[in-house]
């Protein structure tokens, strides 16, 4: 079992469909990360959050909405999305004070398909 | 221009042979660090090894190392005595700027699909 959980790990949506994608760490860990994974390209970085607040957000549509209560939970909230978001959504996770490396942990990521 | 390169889409090699993976890299900053990670079919990216910018020497862990060219900004991944489990998509990242302050984020490559045959 990873220290990143992600659930569900597949999702099958409509393009009129509210669904959630949730992820939890449990490295205790306070930063953490949404990237977007499609076939043929690079991760993508959707958004940052340190201390449960956002401190990126890559120009990513409003369709997607994330929420972080707190610095265990991160969700990617999904509304109104298009066939070109089918994804693996990926969630990673990192200590900000620890480390010399500051490499980043992941979750096993959520398949997303969109109808 | 990418930031991260990685010009193999797919490579083979045999069972206890080495393979080298190519990264290549862009950045104006004098601080950075790179990164590799593994992704098998699973989904999960598993972290292998990481060479910071003013690191002298090659990072290495276990079967892994790093072959850090500074002036050429390479930093290819090597894996010695393959094994089946190596086969996996492998993904060159890196951060630039320090390790401490806000986001740290990682951009990564395309990444290289790996088959280790017997």
């Known amino acids: 079992e990873t220290g990143v959980t992600q659930t569900p790990r597949h999702l099958v949506m409509g393009m009129t469909n509210k669904k959630s994608l949730k992820c939890e760490q449990h490295l205790g860990h306070n930063a953490m990360y949404w990237y977007k994974q499609s076939a043929k390209k690079p991760l993508e970085l959707m958004f940052v959050?340190?201390?449960?607040?956002?401190?990126e957000n890559n120009s990513v549509p409003s369709r997607f909405s994330p929420e972080c209560p707190n610095s265990s939970h991160l969700f990617l909230h999904l509304h109104t999305l298009q066939p070109e978001d089918s994804a693996l959504y990926l969630c990673?996770?990192?200590?900000?004070?620890?480390?010399?490396?500051?490499?980043?942990?992941f979750g096993e990521g959520s398949r997303l398909t969109v109808l | 221009a990418q930031k991260i390169t990685q010009t193999q889409p797919g490579m083979f090699v045999q069972e206890k042979e080495a393979v080298t993976l190519d990264c290549t890299y862009d950045?104006?900053?004098?601080?950075?660090?790179l990164f590799w990670y593994k992704q098998p079919s699973s989904g999960e990216m598993i972290f292998l090894i990481y060479?910071?910018?003013?690191?002298?020497q090659n990072a290495t862990e276990g079967r892994y190392s790093l072959n850090f060219q500074k002036a050429r900004k390479s930093a290819n991944l090597v894996i010695s005595a393959s094994q089946l489990g190596d086969s996996a998509m492998y993904f060159c990242?890196?951060?630039?700027?320090?390790?401490?302050?806000?986001?740290?984020?990682?951009?990564f490559g395309t990444g290289t699909q790996l088959k280790v045959e017997l």
């Open positions: 950045t104006s900053d004098q601080s950075y660090g």
């Open positions: 060479q910071g910018s003013y690191d002298e």
């Open positions: 959050y340190n201390f449960k607040e956002q401190t």
């Open positions: 990673a996770s990192r200590h900000e004070l620890a480390g010399i490396t500051g490499e980043l942990f």
């Open positions: 990242a890196m951060r630039e700027g320090r390790v401490t302050g806000g986001g740290n984020k990682l951009t």
